[in-house]
């Protein structure tokens, strides 16, 4: 498995041709972000995935029952929700982010993708994820690790209880997280996309506290850059961590979701299992699922 910069590193992703050059001063930070950090295809697929792996061990005789109404919590652009409605009628998505700004191009993006019919399906809060008034969903996400901006026991549990009590009984909760040897190191790693270089600095690590700063910049074939494009200022919660959270906040069935391994590659392979044993390589992604 490979190291897991800010998210999909470890996830094989189709070469892009170079069409185009790109520079500083003709990209949008937001734009970027999408393009090398997102990939909402496959996060619906999994919350598909884990919804269908938990309600078939429970089902027993009762009928399936369908996840329909997501939360996705720290939202930003909201592309996870846009996919999910695009997904089928009858699925409602909620998207929640302080920030008015993401929130408007949020906006865009629904009116460029939806019809309006599936628009009418999105609704987008501007609120805190710990007081956002949305129905009861199936399943609230939280990805990208942005719930590490909680830095104390008590702050999370605090929003993982709110969490609790938002899902419909039998809901999910999917968080992801990272970790790894170089997770604990101040380093850089790049990547390049389609006419830029996408580079993940972890600027700042400490062991004591576990806090980290983390910067994403964006490189560009002419020299120009743009420098500290998104920062994190975060706690680096681990595994064990988390789940003991999550058992305290009242969720049951707490399933870490472990990525495979390519075999020809060495690297994450994208696909994603219950498991309670990683590995101990410098670079992870995973899952945490929890029921209400
Ligand atoms: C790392 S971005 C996540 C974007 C997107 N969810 C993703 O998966 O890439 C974090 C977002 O969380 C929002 N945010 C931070 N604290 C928040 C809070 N307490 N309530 C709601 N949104 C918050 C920020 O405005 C920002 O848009």
């Avoid at 999105?122 to 609230?140: C, K």
């Avoid at 009242?250 to 590995?279: A, H, I, K, L, M």
């Amino acid at each position: 498995m490979s190291a897991p910069g800010h998210r999909r590193a470890s996830k094989t992703r189709p070469p892009r041709a170079r069409s185009r050059w790109r520079t500083a001063a003709t990209s949008d930070p937001l734009d970027l972000y999408e393009r090398s950090v997102q990939d909402p295809p496959s996060e619906c697929d999994f919350v598909e995935q884990v919804w269908g792996e938990f309600h078939s061990a429970r089902r027993r005789s009762r009928p399936a029952r369908r996840c329909m109404v997501i939360r996705e919590d720290f939202c930003g652009t909201a592309a996870v929700a846009i996919e999910w409605v695009r997904r089928g009628r009858g699925r409602r998505a909620f998207g929640v982010d302080l920030d008015q700004a993401v929130l408007a191009r949020a906006r865009m993006l629904a009116a460029r993708r939806l019809s309006p019919a599936m628009r009418r399906r999105l609704t987008l809060l501007n609120a805190d994820v710990r007081g956002a008034a949305a129905p009861r969903a199936d399943a609230i996400l939280a990805l990208n690790f942005s719930y590490f901006v909680f830095k104390t026991r008590a702050a999370l549990r605090r929003y993982l209880r709110g969490v609790h009590q938002s899902l419909k009984p039998g809901g999910l909760i999917i968080l992801d997280a990272y970790g790894g040897s170089d997770s604990f190191t101040e380093t850089r790693e790049e990547q390049d996309f389609d006419g830029f270089t996408y580079v993940w600095d972890q600027h700042s690590y400490n062991p004591v506290t576990h806090e980290v700063i983390n910067h994403i910049h964006f490189r560009f074939p002419d020299g120009s850059e743009l420098r500290r494009a998104f920062t994190y200022d975060w706690r680096l919660w681990t595994l064990p961590e988390l789940r003991e959270l999550l058992a305290e906040a009242g969720f049951r069935s707490v399933t870490v979701y472990w990525e495979g391994t390519d075999e020809d590659t060495g690297e994450g392979n994208g696909e994603f299992s219950p498991s309670t044993r990683g590995e101990a390589c410098p670079g992870w992604v995973a899952y945490l699922v929890a029921a209400r």
